[in-house]
């Protein structure tokens, strides 16, 4: 599918009033029938048709066959509402209770969903109108009454679960709710039984969107899938569609409507309210066909409004879809012809019902392809809102898929084919680049919010290749943007924004994601599955930098670059609000070696790349190579694959370490950056057993053996590498530069003692964080290779590298990073299909922690202590028991000497405060009263062993009391008195 942004009236822009209401039709508490017999109730035959107990024409009113009671139903808990009975023996109790209910719903019609929550023990099966919709602790295939539950529910009373029904499962009137309670064992001791009906009625209202509706931007959808059939009006634009379900067709996982497409996200078979599957293969979360495969819905309704201020402004109008398999399209209300411009909307001629199928099944390849732009007739429309009202026909009943996407511009507007995209970030500038299908006059508006996008960047000349830089910006900052033509002005979108780098001083979280090797989707949809893993994963919270370790196209040409990398990556938010950056892979340069020489790669003229220190660092003079700074963090790009001319050979980086202009370099960045946290990518692996092998490849062997020792000796943290489609971390290491087996041998000689734990800082065993100085000085590094966020591959006769603590070869994914001060949390989100994720590895280091300090402060002087780590604390002071406090920072006003300890609760930090009071202090008595008083004293304390006292009142020290003093001066007349066993103890005479 080729990805588009077009261009129109405005940006795609929605804004919708949601509201949701439900009704309860069956609660808790109500009164069910049951059989509690033992064996399954008996078929009923009513003239030509033969009931079973699950159906809603059967007959349960019979008291001999069937009881009645209220919910909860059961025994042996003791909270029921109602008693089942187990049968005559406790050795041989009934396997099989039966219940049934029958529910009154007359607005089927305007319902949005039905949920069911159910209570059970031990197993149970759940029917709807006699057809099964939920099988929880049974095992599959044909069920009896003498067939037990594979659990052994042992859940707290009212411990209630819940899904939702497919649509089209209940009809408008009488529907029966059947369920079956299965028991583990023929001594279980009890069984329990409830369950609600709630329906939720929707009031969800969108407003008209204006134009263009593409599939690259959020666009709202209203769509109902039901299975009944809705007749003609409702595709008039007044049709009330507020209680319709409602998608987004454009964003990350929603690349069309539909269902039974294998490679697109939309076909989750998991019910979206709980962890359990619903009858796999049959429910999709976003269009349903019904409850029977066999069975399933012919057509599917989907709505939306659009707004065209004045229609005669524009040239004309025009749209174009996918479908699978048939489709009909109406303009307030009128069909458009169908087949115009070679399209073929694959429906019989004459109107369309219902019940009319497509007229031939589409196969899998076409089903995904745009349809040619056809013409929208001004007539067709009004200026203020319109309505698309689309039918989607099936093939037959049995049909495995349908697909429905739809796109609608003003005629001949340019195509955005590329991009946006954002580059070269710093603290004051970033560029913003697309691709237009027609030359234009590019220009950018920006600014602190989308509705005030006050900064304008034009172009000057007319192109395909848009590019613009905007400078004099406020560090630190979040800027919102558009892109568009000097004539056509575009307002801004939420999602369409940049972050500007912080200053080096910033205490602020710092989100960088890497993606190794992403440019292939060929093994099982991977990149697919690893970009909307990561998607899910961060949410709606910013993305500073998105790195790329390489390979970021296979191959390098731009053709490539479009199709592998571009149009998998900008269907999403992505690329338009995470600042790019990224070094070469061996693919990126086609494997070639005379283009390794040459660099006369896209990769150069695709990238905005630093190359004279624009964002930090040491100036490098080609895009080949670059380091920069974003915070704390400076990061260092190589490149592993391109060549320069060295003493008359073409030869990479790592093969003369003395002499390449990238080596010395690299030496001098190291060197000259003072940044707490350094960084480093590079495309080869050092260390890998995937799908390379670091023991036998020269690249690898020679990364290791020469590479190596220069980040290490300089105090490199962290070395993101790819190449290995597979996911490795190893420990902290240093000097690791022979085989795998010098480590496998003695461990101790490439990893300090205080590095040998999991790292992941979770609280499970062994798994204390790493922790380091800023100094630049070899303290193990940490290698990780992250090649698996599009190509997915292992050599299966190769084990695990010793010196990786986690390794996951089978299933692909991406690499995050934090980074707050002097604490950087790392983890591998690999993917969980659909559109989710598994944190599968983790690991944190700090730096500059689990510090002593000596603090002499004044007796009275009030200081604050503050952790060194950020963590949880835990603040203890040895001599006095009652001190506690777990903010990172406290206030102590100490008497006396004394050492105060913070701690993490996972007892992995710990910094000692050990404070020295000096100085004395000078107080007298305010009135008559017991020494340990502090109001007595003119301090308002006890007075402690540095304090020159003058006593001018009667004063007690309490019987067993200890008084300190440094000196004490007595008025004339007065007297100190003690109690039984007081002292008091004079440091000086």
Excluded at 105 to 116: G, N
Excluded at 237 to 243: I, R
Excluded at 284 to 310: D, E, H, L, W
Excluded at 693 to 717: H, K, M, Y
Aim: one cysteine or more; hydrophobic letters at 30%.
């Amino acid at each position: 599918m080729k990805t588009a942004i077009v261009w129109g009236l405005f940006v795609l822009v929605w804004q919708s009033a949601m509201a949701q209401t439900s009704t309860t039709l069956v609660a808790s508490g109500a009164t069910w029938r049951y059989s509690d017999k033992g064996s399954t109730p008996p078929s009923q035959t009513v003239g030509p048709i033969t009931y079973t107990w699950k159906d809603l024409g059967y007959d349960d009113s019979s008291p001999t066959s069937w009881s009645a009671g209220a919910s909860e139903l059961g025994y042996g808990d003791g909270d029921e509402s109602t008693v089942v009975s187990f049968g005559p023996s406790s050795t041989n109790k009934f396997i099989t209770t039966y219940f049934r209910k029958t529910v009154n719903d007359f607005a089927v019609l305007t319902r949005f969903r039905y949920k069911i929550r159910y209570e059970r023990d031990d197993g149970i099966i759940i029917y709807v109108n006699g057809v099964e919709v939920r099988r929880d602790g049974m095992p599959s295939g044909t069920i009896t009454n003498t067939t037990s539950s594979t659990l052994n529910v042992e859940d707290p009373p009212n411990t209630f679960y819940e899904f939702y029904l497919p649509n089209g499962t209940l009809q408008s009137g009488n529907n029966v709710i059947a369920a079956e309670i299965h028991q583990i064992g023929l001594t279980s001791s009890d069984i329990s039984f409830d369950l609600e009906l709630i329906a939720e009625t929707n009031t969800n209202t969108l407003a008209a969107t204006a134009l263009p509706i593409t599939s690259t931007t959020t666009s709202n959808w209203k769509y109902v899938d039901n299975g009944i059939d809705r007749g003609s009006t409702w595709r008039a634009l007044g049709f009330d569609d507020s209680y319709w379900q409602q998608t987004n067709i454009g964003t990350v996982s929603r690349g069309r409507m539909g269902y039974g497409e294998s490679d697109d996200p939309n076909t989750s078979t998991f019910d979206p309210a709980s962890s359990n599957p619903f009858n796999a293969n049959s429910y999709t979360n976003y269009v349903s066909f019904g409850t029977s495969p066999t069975n399933k819905f012919i057509t599917t309704y989907f709505r939306k409004k659009v707004n065209i201020p004045n229609v005669a402004a524009n040239p004309g109008y025009e749209l174009r879809f996918m479908r699978d398999d048939g489709i009909v399209i109406f303009i307030n209300g009128t069909e458009l012809p169908r087949d115009v411009n070679g399209n073929n909307n694959n429906m019989p001629s004459g109107p369309a019902s219902f019940t009319t199928p497509a007229s031939s099944s589409i196969d899998a390849a076409n089903e995904k392809v745009w349809s040619a732009w056809q013409p929208v007739s001004t007539t067709l429309l009004q200026n203020g809102d319109n309505i698309i009202a689309v039918e989607v026909h099936q093939i037959g009943l049995t049909s495995s898929d349908i697909t429905f996407n739809l796109e609608m511009r003003v005629q001949g507007a340019p195509v955005v084919t590329r991009g946006p995209y954002l580059q070269l970030g710093t603290q004051t500038a970033a560029t913003i680049r697309w691709r237009t299908d027609v030359p234009i006059i590019g220009q950018v508006t920006y600014g602190l919010s989308t509705t005030s996008l006050t900064g304008v960047a034009s172009e000057t000349a007319s192109s395909t290749e848009h590019e613009i830089r905007l400078t004099g910006l406020t560090p630190d900052t979040q800027y919102f943007y558009s892109v568009g033509t000097t004539t056509l002005v575009v307002p801004g979108a939420a999602d369409s924004y940049f972050l500007t780098a912080p200053p080096g001083t910033t205490k602020r979280k710092i989100r960088i994601a890497t993606f190794g090797d992403c440019g292939n989707n060929i093994v099982d949809n991977n990149q697919t599955k690893v970009r909307d893993g990561f998607l899910s994963f961060r949410g709606s919270t910013p993305t500073d930098l998105l790195m790329l370790t390489g390979d970021n196209s296979y191959d390098g040409d731009d053709s490539q670059y479009q199709t592998n990398f571009f149009e998998p990556y900008q269907v999403t938010t992505l690329l338009k609000n995470s600042m790019i950056y990224a070094i070469t892979g061996n693919h990126d340069y086609n494997n070639n070696t005379t283009l390794a020489a040459n660099h006369n790669i896209p990769y150069f003229s695709i990238f905005n790349l630093p190359t004279n220190a624009e964002a930090g660092g040491v100036a490098s003079g080609t895009e080949e190579w670059y380091s920069f700074d974003y915070g704390p963090i400076h990061f260092v790009m190589l490149d592993g694959y391109g060549t320069r001319n060295v003493n008359g050979m073409d030869i990479r980086f790592y093969s003369d370490t003395i002499n390449h202009p990238q080596s010395i370099w690299l030496k001098q960045d190291l060197a000259a950056t003072t940044k707490k946290w350094k960084i480093v990518y590079l495309h080869f692996p050092p260390y890998s057993q995937g799908s390379h092998n670091s023991e036998t490849e020269s690249d690898l062997i020679a990364v290791r053996q020469r590479i190596n020792p220069i980040l290490e000796r300089f105090g490199v943290d962290l070395v993101m590498l790819g190449h290995s489609h597979v996911y490795e971390r190893s420990y902290p290491i240093h000097d690791q530069t022979g085989p795998m087996s010098d480590f496998t041998n003695n461990p101790s000689a490439y990893r300090y003692p205080e590095d040998n734990s999991s790292g992941r800082y979770d609280g499970s065993a062994n798994s204390c964080l790493y922790k380091n100085t800023s100094e630049k000085k070899k303290q193990g590094t940490v290698y990780v290779v992250s090649g698996s966020a599009g190509a997915l591959e292992h050599n299966a006769s190769l084990g695990n590298h010793p010196v990786m603590v986690s390794t996951q070869k089978l299933i692909g994914g991406s690499f995050f990073m934090e980074v707050e001060d002097n604490r950087l949390d790392a983890k591998f989100l690999e993917n969980k299909s659909p559109s989710s994720y598994t944190i599968t590895d983790q690991f944190t280091i700090m730096k500059d922690v689990d510090l002593t300090q000596s603090l002499t402060i004044t007796n009275g002087q009030s200081t604050t202590l503050s952790a060194s780590f950020i963590s949880d604390y835990q603040w203890s002071n040895p001599n006095n028991g009652g001190f506690t406090a777990s903010t990172r920072s406290v206030v102590i006003t100490p008497t006396t000497s004394a050492t105060y300890v913070v701690r993490d609760s996972k007892n992995c930090l710990q910094d000692v405060f050990k404070i020295q009071v000096s100085g004395s202090g000078s107080m007298f008595t305010l009135k008559t009263g017991n020494w340990n008083d502090p109001t007595v004293w003119s301090a308002n304390r006890v007075p402690v062993s540095t304090d020159v006292l003058q006593i001018k009142h009667l004063v007690l020290i309490p019987a067993s009391f200890v008084g300190y003093a440094l000196r004490i001066g007595l008025d004339l007349g007065i007297k100190l008195q003690y109690g039984a066993n007081a002292q008091l103890r004079l440091a000086t005479p």
